[in-house]
């Protein structure tokens, strides 16, 4: 049996007593039912299962769910300290509530938004996040998810003695330059680098609580990979974001109302589908950070 299927086999195998967890993919995601996620704010076995599941699958999924932004907010501080500062606005009186709206949010730049692990250009990235759907489209709209740990599992041993001790450099202004120079000054362009300045993180990380190998490049967010020439970063890049994105990696949630999710950020990529023209999209979504050791 190979390192990857010894691997889904492990993922698959964990049973729970408060929860009922399904396999999405062979590799990670499932659907959790039997539980309003709310309960676990002050249920503390619940939390606890719901945790385990969290580390063991990378992405959760959960349908018809009540969520207050209370409720919101609380449920993410067990998991972490709320990230009051993000791309999108919070919903006023609850700061880190961030109100994710289309087509009024990123209006006319979303098709833009690649794959990507959110706030890689900082020193901490997020840890993980809680996405609940208010309002979606008829169709379209849908999320898709990449596990890193499978991709990086399911390299050649060459390719992962080769990218072991590569640090890449992210920077937010990737794929946005373009954009971010036409619609900002000169004075708040320089405010932005200096807020955000490029970060430089190692290409393969150890995850810190489940120890798993994972990939942490995207096509949205990296840059470079440091001590190469352009030529040759440009060629490990491409092949990367190819690899790390392919099918088999890959798990899609169609959003509908009342639905969540639930993700690791360290070992996964995603990235919105928009191709629901100027239909109604309306989430709220709660980030929170822990310790970051690559």
Not at 51 to 75: G, I, M, S
Not at 222 to 239: A, H, K, N, P, Y
Request: glycine share 6%.
């Amino acid at each position: 049996m190979s390192e990857l299927a010894t691997a889904v086999a492990t993922v698959q195998a964990r049973d729970f007593k408060l929860i009922t967890a399904t396999p999405l993919t062979g590799s990670f995601a499932a659907l959790i039912d039997g539980i309003q996620v709310a309960d676990a704010i002050t249920d503390d076995e619940l939390f606890s299962e719901l945790r385990q599941a969290w580390l063991d699958y990378q992405l959760l999924f959960f349908r018809d769910q009540q969520l207050t932004p209370e409720q919101h907010l609380a449920l993410g501080a067990r998991f972490g300290e709320i990230q009051k500062q993000g791309y999108a606005p919070s919903l006023k009186g609850f700061e880190g509530v961030w109100v994710q709206e289309y087509p009024d949010l990123f209006d006319g730049l979303v098709s833009d938004i690649h794959w990507h692990a959110d706030s890689s250009f900082r020193a901490q990235p997020t840890r993980g996040s809680l996405l609940y759907a208010l309002d979606v489209p008829v169709a379209g709209g849908d999320t898709v998810w990449a596990d890193m740990c499978a991709a990086y599992e399911d390299l050649s041993p060459a390719w992962r003695t080769f990218l072991d001790g590569l640090t890449a450099v992210h920077d937010n202004m990737t794929r946005n330059l373009k954009n971010s120079l036409e619609r900002l000054s000169a004075e708040e362009f320089a405010q932005v680098r200096k807020y955000l300045p490029p970060t430089e993180h190692p290409v393969v990380c150890t995850h810190p609580e489940t120890g798993r190998r994972f990939l942490f490049v995207s096509e949205f967010m990296t840059r470079e990979i440091i001590g190469m020439s352009e030529r040759e970063s440009r060629t490990v890049l491409e092949f990367l974001f190819a690899h790390q994105t392919r099918p088999e990696y890959q798990c899609r949630l169609n959003w509908a109302p009342r639905s969540l999710a639930l993700w690791d950020n360290f070992s996964t990529l995603h990235r919105g589908i928009f191709d629901f023209g100027r239909s109604h999209r309306l989430m709220h979504r709660v980030s929170f950070n822990t310790a970051w050791s690559a």
